[in-house]
């Protein structure tokens, strides 16, 4: 597997409270995602990485906001957390080729968000 | 916009037949697509890379076609074993985008019955 840890792994909190989940990588990779997976709807990237500092919106990033200071860990907030955040929430990481080509990408083992 | 749709929620299948998953996708000509596995739980994780000129692209008993007039790609599994029971996802970049950004289709159940 590659090194990629997720934290919490778990978690339930209540409406209007702030929430960070934390990504870690050991691969040096330089790209890193944020994903969120609903049923019916399947993996839905919130935001990703391209390297320190440099951060930038995906599809579904209304509520949620991003940092990224070192190259392994980017973090994820949800700064006032809604029911519609109740989610699985994945981290992946990916690495590109000189050629322009992109690698594949590597998940973590995923979080799973309960907002009450 | 940019679709992509893997036609089948479920698939059941007898052990040891061939199973295939169809991906299909609209409005734009990727250059590439890839497929995943996930299992209960857990992450997903890689399977294969097919660029647009690839016709077709093998691994151990996976095998990965790219039609890219029809725009869909299929997914077989040969002989197919209960331990391949997962769901399956394909990916495609994003059009127009950077990074790497892939755009994931919603998953094929597969199980296999023994």
């Known amino acids: 597997d590659a090194g990629i840890t997720q934290s919490p792994r778990h978690k339930v909190t209540e409406t209007g409270t702030p929430v960070t989940l934390r990504c870690h990588q050991t691969?040096?990779?330089?790209?890193m995602y944020w994903y969120r997976q609903d049923p019916g709807h399947g993996l839905r990237l919130i935001h990703y990485?391209?390297?320190?500092?440099?951060?930038d919106k995906g599809e579904v990033s209304d509520g949620y906001s991003v940092s990224r200071s070192k190259t392994e860990d980017f973090l994820l907030t949800l700064e006032s957390a809604t029911s519609s955040q109740t989610s699985v929430y994945f981290c992946a990481i990916s690495e590109s080729r000189a050629s322009g080509d992109y690698n594949e990408q590597f998940f973590g083992p995923g979080t799973r968000l309960t907002v009450l | 916009s940019q679709k992509i749709e893997q036609n089948s929620e479920a698939l059941n299948i007898q052990e040891g037949k061939t199973a295939t998953l169809t991906c299909n996708y609209t409005n734009y000509s990727p250059a590439y697509l890839q497929w995943y596995r996930q299992d209960p739980g857990r992450g997903p994780v890689f399977l294969l890379l097919?660029?647009?000129?690839?016709k077709e692209k093998r691994k151990e008993r996976l095998k990965v076609t790219f039609d890219t007039t029809l725009k869909q790609s299929l997914f077989h599994i040969t002989a197919s074993q209960p331990a391949d029971s997962a769901t399956y996802l394909c990916a495609l970049p994003v059009y127009g985008g950077s990074q790497g950004n892939l755009i994931f289709g919603k998953g094929t159940k597969l199980s296999v019955k023994p």
């Open positions: 691969e040096n990779h330089r790209y």
């Open positions: 097919i660029r647009e000129n690839e």
């Open positions: 990485s391209y390297g320190v500092k440099d951060t």
